[in-house]
């Protein structure tokens, strides 16, 4: 009764609305607790209510009954995170402008195609193909991108650079009508892709390999570097041939024909436009097929030779009568214009 009557005393001194606002207070509380819930649960309702209260009522606190102050303080701080995220999303993005992933990749592209180039020398390209970036961008977007070339931009990088001074030789089998296994030996040139030599056996030995290798290149003619893979046949009669003719032989790595490209790839044209289409008697009649196929593919087009020819045939006029070549039998043909 006491506490009663000094609360009664204190509330005389009080304004109207200090009364008004804590009956509200009061009553918004009891709305709570009358709700069917175990423990009573506040709504966003609820929340709003008291952080108006916090904001416009100074003796909030005292009201209080169902959480603590601190809590409401933890709210009002949920809050003005959640507007200030509202208000980043609905406002324009300032700041520094993104690049474009076309750009991104250009970048990415040039860093892993010219390993010797900084950023100046990517910026002034980039400038050159009218992007506009800054020099700083370029450096941060050099720092996310591999840097060191994979082995097989080394070895085309290497083949391009020296194509003019290297032949390679390789062996592909064909299989006979009778079921036997023939080799055939090849040399080609990397800077037209011209068949320097070939040759057809049974039976290759090391002594027949170097004597093909010396009736393929003499000595004025002869190249810098010569390709060649790790196959037994050479065994170490055919690497002295080699470095006594003053080339130096490079051996592919083991279980990577990609690295002598030319070569494998004239094996699987040669496949693909006569052997597949044929099937040799015996050595002779491969050797003529083969032969017939070499000198179409003199003059045949190139994609590699941007669609020029190994021998060089220059392009002709549009006027007179166009004519077709047979080669290989009938498989392919050359086409010209006679008058």
Request: net charge positive; charged share 25%.
């Amino acid at each position: 009764m006491f506490r009663l009557w000094l609360g009664l005393v204190a509330r005389s001194f009080r304004s109207r609305r200090d009364l008004l606002i804590e009956n509200l207070a009061l009553l918004q509380q009891l709305s709570v607790l009358k709700r069917k819930h175990p423990r009573p649960k506040l709504l966003a309702v609820d929340r709003i209510f008291w952080l108006l209260a916090r904001r416009c009522w100074s003796s909030w606190k005292q009201s209080l009954i169902l959480v603590s102050p601190d809590t409401v303080v933890r709210w009002h701080r949920a809050g003005f995170r959640w507007y200030w995220s509202m208000i980043t999303k609905i406002r324009e993005n300032r700041g520094r402008k993104k690049i474009s992933k076309e750009l991104r990749d250009l970048i990415f592209r040039m860093v892993a195609e010219n390993p010797s180039w900084g950023a100046p020398r990517i910026h002034g390209e980039l400038l050159m193909l009218g992007f506009d970036v800054s020099e700083r961008t370029i450096s941060r977007w050099m720092r996310r991108s591999p840097r060191k070339p994979g082995p097989a931009q080394l070895w085309r990088a290497f083949l391009r650079n020296h194509r003019e001074a290297i032949s390679a030789m390789d062996f592909f089998t064909v299989p006979t009508v009778t079921f036997g296994i023939l080799y055939c030996f090849f040399v080609i040139a990397h800077d037209r892709r011209r068949i320097v030599h070939f040759n057809v056996t049974q039976h290759p030995t090391s002594t027949w390999i170097s004597q093909q290798i010396r009736e393929a290149l003499p000595f004025a003619d002869c190249p810098r570097f010569l390709l060649l893979d790790h196959d037994a046949k050479y065994g170490f009669e055919v690497l002295e041939t080699i470095r006594s003719m003053k080339i130096q032989p490079v051996q592919t790595s083991i279980g990577c024909p990609w690295q002598n490209g030319t070569a494998e790839r004239w094996v699987g044209s040669c496949r693909r436009e006569l052997l597949d289409h044929v099937i040799p008697l015996n050595e002779r009649h491969l050797k003529r097929l083969l032969s017939e196929y070499v000198a179409y593919h003199e003059d045949r087009t190139h994609i590699g030779l941007g669609k020029s020819t190994p021998a060089g045939r220059t392009p002709i006029s549009k006027h007179g009568r166009l004519i077709a070549w047979p080669r290989l039998g009938g498989l392919h043909h050359r086409y010209d214009r006679v008058a």
